[in-house]
């Protein structure tokens, strides 16, 4: 009889680890499809970029773009970071070294190599065009990779050194100030993070005025994807120049405070409503 129930439960065993088993393995093939289908966005979307050969050829397209094909440009730039900004920010640290090499192998080596617009240059033009011709609070949604409802837990003053990519010295350290924050809410930001995780941030004391950051702050934080100078250590850094809040927007008894009203729902404005309208905006950027 023991023998009977013994192999009675390597049965079910092996029975309900069938599907369990076939169900780690569609999340493995999900997993890999999705990142196909990253890289695939991205490469599209670089292709395009690198179509042009000069900052003036890109410049005089953007002046006589049509808001439809901006539209789609946008929403490109929106989806390819929104997926994965890790990814997406390496890859244009790779096109911008690729065409530094390129113009130095061109017009320094005199080799007979196809240059392209530096993608510096075209990200800054694009966004341009972004904010002069698009709703306001378009750019903010494109420009921060991620937009996170944060509890401050603490704040320190970290020196760092690192070794310059270029040179290979060690330069003088720098002054951060790195940020510990649990995630309350997520509007942009899901591909990476959830709700209840701490994560670090970081931003150089020269980036912001006014007050900083204390432990106990309740606020909204626009951040960025950013690679270290080695180019091997992702950080999260807070994004500074959206306006005078330089990147820290009080939430007080569930109410954001955006004082220049830069996302145009008022200087005090909900959470929900605020969180609700910028979630909306998204969708509608989806369908360009």
Not at 78 to 90: H, I, M, P, Q, T
């Amino acid at each position: 009889m023991k023998k009977y129930y013994s192999s009675l439960l390597i049965f079910l065993l092996l029975l309900f680890s069938v599907p369990l088993f076939a169900q780690d393995s569609n999340n493995s093939n999900n997993e890999l499809d999705s990142a196909k289908s990253v890289r695939k966005e991205l490469s599209r979307f670089y292709s395009y970029l690198k179509s042009y050969n000069s900052k003036v050829k890109f410049k005089a397209h953007m002046d006589t773009i049509s808001i439809d094909t901006l539209r789609n440009i946008a929403k490109q730039m929106y989806e390819v970071r929104e997926k994965d900004a890790v990814l997406a920010e390496s890859t244009f640290v790779a096109e911008c070294k690729l065409s530094d090499s390129l113009d130095i192998q061109k017009w320094k080596y005199k080799k007979n190599v196809q240059t392209f617009a530096k993608p510096s240059l075209t990200k800054h033009y694009l966004y341009q065009k972004i904010r002069e011709a698009l709703p306001h609070n378009i750019y903010p949604l494109i420009a921060a990779d991620y937009l996170l409802r944060v509890n401050i837990k603490s704040v320190n003053n970290v020196l760092h050194a690192y070794k310059n990519y270029e040179t290979g010295y060690t330069e003088p350290p720098l002054n951060y100030i790195e940020v510990k924050a649990t995630i309350e809410d997520i509007i942009k930001g899901n591909s990476r993070f959830s709700v209840g995780q701490t994560i670090v941030f970081y931003y150089m004391p020269y980036w912001r005025k006014g007050g900083g950051f204390i432990a106990g702050d309740d606020c909204l934080v626009p951040l960025q994807a950013r690679l270290s100078p080695e180019f091997h250590l992702n950080n999260i850094g807070l994004l500074t120049t959206l306006d005078s809040s330089y990147g820290k927007y009080p939430i007080i008894n569930n109410a954001l405070i955006d004082k220049d009203n830069y996302f145009e729902y008022g200087q005090k404005v909900s959470w929900n409503a605020f969180k609700n309208n910028l979630i909306e905006l998204i969708k509608t950027i989806k369908t360009w």
